[in-house]
């Protein structure tokens, strides 16, 4: 399992063929997909030249991640960021479009069949994956898993259970509880915005308060006590000062950090920053086109 992770973590796509006869797909590409080649760039130091379809700054090309979520909300009318798995669905693109070159530089004609068969598969994935929107009741479900274990790491924490008195492990988890699921659960539901700003301090809070505190104070319920003050001071500032046009931004995070930034584009195949620069970059085209017209309207206002 764990391997397959790290495989789709690192765009390896499963069951591509790698046999002589279709390696030439790889070094010898088509146009489209050589100019993908050319772009690609390492997700970390280590694995440089093996991900397909990065940019030089550690993302997947924004003209793809723009151009499928053009594609997924002409199908659903909802954005990219909105599916239910929107990495998925920008790696099972990868995979089309090296398939797609691997079979035009094979010329067993087996083996073509097979890469083929392969590319349909992907496609069917691909269109179910588009399809597949990230439904308010799922999100539903995670606020209520998050209820349902504050109230127990709570009564857990202060040993309030009616009939019995637990292990002090168990009251250690329930403050831990805060950081391995409740944090967790909400921010699952992919929010934006100020609540984002805030379940990301809380969460890099939390196990800090979560360490630190008994060396000081050595009762579970005061630690939880300490993390659910904690998590509504999080609240509390990302309310205050995560909205309108001064708002704090809930940037991305760095380092090993940025794995945790789920809202960040990372999902889709994007960091945030990069994805701003190439917005910003369209709107400069558009404007620059802008004036040309308007020159030229006043050129030929003049001549007249």
């Known amino acids: 399992m764990y391997v397959a992770v790290l495989a789709a973590a690192l765009g390896f796509a499963p069951g591509i063929c790698m046999a002589p006869h279709c390696r030439a797909a790889v070094a010898l590409p088509s146009p489209r997909v050589g100019l993908v080649r050319a772009q690609q760039g390492p997700l970390e130091e280590g694995f440089k030249e093996l991900l397909p379809l990065a940019t030089e700054d550690e993302n997947v090309d924004p003209e793809l991640v723009a151009r499928i979520e053009r594609e997924v909300f ?130 890099l809070g939390s196990p800090i308060i979560t360490i630190g505190t008994p060396f000081l104070v050595r009762d579970p319920s005061f630690i939880w006590s300490a993390n659910c003050a904690f998590f509504v001071a999080s609240y509390a500032y990302g309310f205050a000062f995560g909205r309108g046009d001064d708002a704090d931004e809930a940037g991305s995070f760095s380092g090993v950090l940025r794995w945790l930034d789920f809202g960040s584009g990372q999902e889709r195949g994007v960091r945030g920053a990069a994805r701003e620069r190439y917005f910003e970059k369209q709107k400069g085209a558009a404007s620059t086109a802008t004036e040309d017209e308007n020159d030229l309207v006043a050129a030929g206002s003049d001549q007249s």
């Open 74 to 203: 002409e199908l659903t009318g909802a954005k990219l960021e909105d599916l239910l798995n929107p990495s998925k669905v920008v790696n099972y693109e990868r995979e089309r479009i090296i398939l797609e070159g691997q079979i035009e530089a094979c010329t067993d004609v087996e083996e073509r069949k097979e890469l083929e068969a392969r590319l349909t598969k992907i496609e069917k994935q691909l269109y179910s994956e588009k399809r597949t929107v990230f439904a308010g009741w799922l999100k539903a479900v995670f606020i209520g898993q998050a209820l349902i274990a504050g109230g127990i790491s709570g009564v857990a924490a202060f040993d309030a259970f009616p009939t019995v008195t637990i292990d002090i492990s168990l009251q250690a988890l329930g403050f831990w509880s805060w950081w391995l699921f409740i944090i967790p659960s909400l921010r699952a539901r992919r929010p934006r915005g100020w609540e984002k700003l805030a379940l990301n301090i809380a969460f």
